[in-house]
């Protein structure tokens, strides 16, 4: 019996590697050997998951690296979990509070920034929430299309004059917005962009992500373009990490990741793994405003190839924030 027993599980392990590896044959790894000494990197939710790992191999390219998190003690257990494995050209990691729930925390992340760094070569708006339960922010915004949109264009903006003062046409500073493949599902809506107006009633649960996300895409199109058209040495690429096994289905019930954890585990990327399309857009990538997935250029579905509607999210983003460009 026990012998059996052994047998099955070598079985099932075995046949798991082998789906883990069919599913995710087209996976990258990010080759690039440019180092970063000298170098400053914002990474927004950097103590878990993509963006975590995303920050382990940015310090071991020499860069001082910016946790902008807005759990404190998570983010300090993250940098001390880095320093033990400290090498010899490692980096500096360094903890900033930031709650993408809050834009008052949004603009005093962005004053201290300004204020206190010299200089920021790379912006990588990473952290998100995936189908948060209705909740509205103090600013009046529903929290998916708050955090995963608004308050990263925000954040954005604020840093883009450091971002061009510290980049050349020869090696320009780089902002990276982590999208989804989801996009495809989403939908631009006036009153997502209209504080206090979303209700329970008026809030789409199986969208919000999906609408968040395209929002935050369109929005960084068409801010590539124009800031292409201002020839600052400033580059803005979309990467799609893969659909990756985090923390970001924390508000999923329990009872459904009890049912699918098994498959999920089959069918998912591991953190390092979706790490990989960020760190090949931080570092490598060249087309500006184009959108990236496995290290390299994916075409946009017709939703996000309309330069319109990007216009739209564009002005309609910055109106409301009450800011220009």
Known sequence: MFAFAVKTGIVLVSGIAIVRLCLNRHWRRCR????????????????????????????????KVILACRDQNAAIR????????????????????????????????????????????????NA???????????????????????????????????LSDSGTDSLPSRIVFVSSLLYKRGQIRDIDF???????????????????????????RQLAKEIESRKAPVKIFIASPGFVLTNLSRHIKSVWK???????????????????TILHCALEATENGAFYRNCQIMQFEEKANDENLAKIVYEKTLSVLKLQY
Not at 50 to 61: D, E, Y
Not at 199 to 220: C, I, V
Not at 258 to 276: K, M, N
């Open 32 to 63: 690039s050997d440019r180092r970063l000494d000298g170098k400053t990197v914002i990474i927004s939710g950097a103590n878990s998951g993509i963006g975590k790992q995303t920050a382990r191999q940015l310090l071991q390219k020499g860069a």
């Open 78 to 125: 993250t940098i001390e979990e880095f320093k033990r494995s400290k090498r010899s050209d490692h980096g500096i990691a360094v903890f900033k509070h930031l709650d993408l729930n809050s834009l008052n925390s949004v603009y005093s992340f962005a004053k201290d920034i300004i204020d206190n760094e010299p200089r920021l070569d790379i912006l990588i708006n």
């Open 128 to 162: 998100g929430v995936f189908k948060s339960p209705f909740m509205i922010t103090e600013d009046g915004f529903e929290t998916n299309f708050s955090v995963n949109h608004i308050a990263h264009a925000l954040l954005t903006m604020l840093l883009l004059q450091k």
């Open 194 to 220: 209209e504080p206090n107006k979303i209700t329970l009633q008026s809030f789409d649960h199986n969208r919000s992500y999906a609408n968040s996300k395209l929002a935050s895409l369109l929005f960084g």
């Open 258 to 276: 009890i049912i699918f954890l098994p498959l999920a585990y089959c069918l998912l990327r591991t953190p390092t793994q979706g790490s990989q």
